[in-house]
């Protein structure tokens, strides 16, 4: 009958029937007494949300120091009911550091394992399976104890906790969750922490005496985590495990892996492509909600408001209990301009769940926005404390900052981040900028240059980073790195188009080296881009300036030779007489004909030359004007207009 009972009840739990595997545990339990009865009955209640019965069940048996799997679901209950403090109280804050395994403790067992007999087992192959469900157990407890130290705020113990039930048991996925998706370790760390876990201790399924059928669950598993982690740190690494999971394992359709190449294009600043992903998997699962903060990042850099407020408008009709709908709300309104309503939003999806890092952010950006410089600078260092191991937080502390003009804190904000990934190229642009406004220029164009190799070698898009270009050949041309500097301009007019400060960079450094002629050139083509820039006009005068003396030069050089010219002095006198002699004769006939010209226009209009003064004021050069001093300026204007069509 106790058999007959115990299937009856795991159907019912099998197909989410929990009233019927409640009534049939409960007969059961009454039956038998049986500690593992009490222990599945517990486990039915907490399926069907019932979490004060089924603590109350397990307390009332005396179950929870008798093992790990009771001790467990129970402090699992408390924490369902938000009595963190209680479950870490129960759960304690030793560690069973004696379950740890990593990569070094594995070798030497294998060296062991060589240096005796055939056939001999590494001390991990030989536990059985009550033991593995014990460590398992163990993982899970790590896990909890780190929930209850985050929500208490201690991220430090809360790290050092999941990173405890990773090396207890490595397939404890949650454990795993924590540290990546909160960004509680940086790239560097991450990196270092997966190197010295233990994936051998991956128990393959029995029944196998395959060599490579006992190592390839494990393998499976990193290249699984390999996926998750930073897209700044090893993106090689990523493409390879992306690439193999896609061919021998049939993922490349699967959302998390499709999620995971669309992080890695948006770290790539390819929006559109990144954009396509995330709508392929919306559009097959529109709850997936790890895929929106990367879907919504990329409609607020593509400007694609429309869309941005139908996906808000969905979230918040069908989801309205997920932080996720009100940071989409929140991102429509940045995208919009309404600051204030963005902020309220944003606020709101922080406090639903204050792990959400995309809300935090968002939020400081609306302090920025507003040129909040202090404010900005509270929010982003509230995301720094939340958030350790990303380098988000202190690139924006850097940034506010550097707009304040205190570089010297800037330059210590990005630093720090500089210490936590060094492979992004804005931070490695602004630490350029920063170092450009301290005068130490051959830093920051060691910087701007590190910032584009890193953006060639992450596969970039090279549209994004012409700013950071751009600012290493100003760098450039301050250090008199004339045709470097030069090289560079040219690169950000070929590949982003026509601008007219990078015209009017380019012809500062044109004047720089002598070429006036040149540089009007550039300044005419910024002008025809912007006719109203003020630089680029002011730049234009001073080449045309230039140009002139250089015109007058020229000529003056050739009205007079030297003494040791071939025609000798009389030459001399015959070029200076006969050339120059023409040129003012030339010069007074245009005089003449201009003032006659101007005469007999006046002569024509006397009649109407009180009518539209202000119009014959502003047209004075073309229509000539009402009073005689406007005659002598619109004489010169044209003598000195026909001077220089002639020269």
Not at 616 to 626: K, L, Q, S
Request: charged fraction near 25%.
């Amino acid at each position: 009958m106790e058999s007959f009972l115990r299937d009856w009840r795991q159907d019912a739990l099998n197909k989410a029937q929990y009233e019927s595997a409640i009534f049939i545990g409960d007969k059961l339990l009454a039956m038998t007494k049986d500690d593992n009865d009490a222990f599945w009955l517990a486990q039915v209640h907490f399926a069907a949300g019932n979490y004060t019965r089924a603590h109350d069940l397990l307390t009332r048996h005396n179950l929870i120091g008798s093992n790990p799997s009771c001790r467990y679901l129970a402090a699992h209950c408390l924490i369902r009911q938000n009595l963190f403090t209680e479950a870490l109280a129960l759960l304690g804050e030793h560690t069973p550091t004696h379950l740890f395994t990593t990569n070094t403790k594995r070798k030497t067992a294998r060296t062991a394992a060589r240096g005796g007999r055939a056939g001999s087992k590494a001390p991990l192959d030989d536990v059985s399976e009550e033991e593995w469900s014990t460590r398992r157990y163990e993982a899970g407890m790590c896990y909890l104890r780190g929930l209850c130290y985050a929500k208490e705020n201690a991220f430090d113990r809360a790290k050092d906790a999941y990173k405890d039930a990773l090396r207890i048991d490595v397939q404890c996925y949650e454990a795993f969750t924590q540290l990546v998706r909160n960004s509680l370790m940086s790239p560097d760390e991450e990196d270092e922490f997966m190197q010295s876990l233990d994936f051998n201790t991956v128990r393959a399924p029995k029944g196998g005496d395959d060599p490579e059928l006992k190592t390839e669950p494990g393998d499976y598993v990193h290249m699984l985590y390999q996926t998750q982690l930073s897209k700044y740190r090893n993106p090689r690494a990523f493409n390879t495990a992306v690439e193999s999971l896609s061919t021998h394992y049939g993922l490349e359709d699967n959302a998390d892996i499709l999620l995971s190449r669309a992080d890695l294009l948006y770290t790539q600043c390819r929006f559109k492509d990144a954009l396509a992903i995330t709508s392929s998997i919306l559009e097959e699962d529109k709850s997936k909600f790890t895929a929106y903060p990367v879907h919504l990042a990329c409609l607020y850099e593509l400007r694609e408001t429309n869309l941005l407020f139908l996906v808000a408008h969905e979230l918040a009709d069908n989801h309205p209990e997920h932080p996720c709908s009100w940071f989409a709300v929140g991102t429509y309104y940045l995208a919009t301009g309404k600051i204030a309503d963005a902020r309220r939003f944003f606020s709101k999806s922080s406090m639903m769940d204050a792990t959400f890092g995309p809300a935090w952010i968002g939020f400081a950006h609306t302090f920025a926005a507003e040129g909040e410089h202090d404010q900005a600078i509270t929010a982003y260092s509230t995301a720094a404390r939340l958030f350790t191991g990303t380098h988000l937080p202190h690139v924006f502390l850097g940034m506010q900052n550097h707009a304040m003009n205190n570089m010297t804190a800037a330059e210590e904000f990005l630093k720090s981040a500089y210490a936590l990934c060094r492979t992004d190229p804005l931070l490695l642009n602004e630490m350029g900028v920063v170092l450009y406004h301290q005068d130490r220029l051959k830093d920051a164009a060691k910087f701007f240059r590190q910032a584009l190799r890193v953006a060639d070698d992450t596969e970039a898009d090279p549209h994004a980073w012409l700013s950071a270009r751009t600012n290493l050949g100003h760098a450039y041309r301050r250090l008199r790195l004339l045709d470097e500097a030069l090289e560079e301009f040219d690169i950000v007019l070929r590949d982003g188009g026509k601008d007219a400060a990078m015209f009017c960079a380019k012809a500062l450094i044109l004047l720089d080296k002598g070429l006036p002629d040149e540089a009007a050139k550039v300044l005419h083509e910024a002008l025809a881009v912007n006719p109203q820039d003020p630089i680029a006009t002011e730049l234009l005068n001073k080449a045309l300036e230039e140009s002139a003396a250089a015109d007058v030069g020229s000529m003056m050089s050739a009205l007079s030779t030297g003494p040791d010219h071939p025609l000798g002095h009389g030459g001399e006198e015959e070029l200076g007489g006969g050339l120059l002699g023409r040129f003012e004769a030339e010069l007074e006939e245009k005089k003449i004909a201009a003032r006659a010209k101007i005469e007999r226009r006046t002569r024509g209009k006397a009649a109407s030359s009180s009518v539209d003064k202000g119009k014959g004021i502003m047209r004075g050069n073309t229509r000539g004007g009402r009073r005689g001093a406007e005659y002598v300026e619109g004489e010169k204007g044209l003598s000195m207009m026909e001077m220089s069509d002639d020269d």
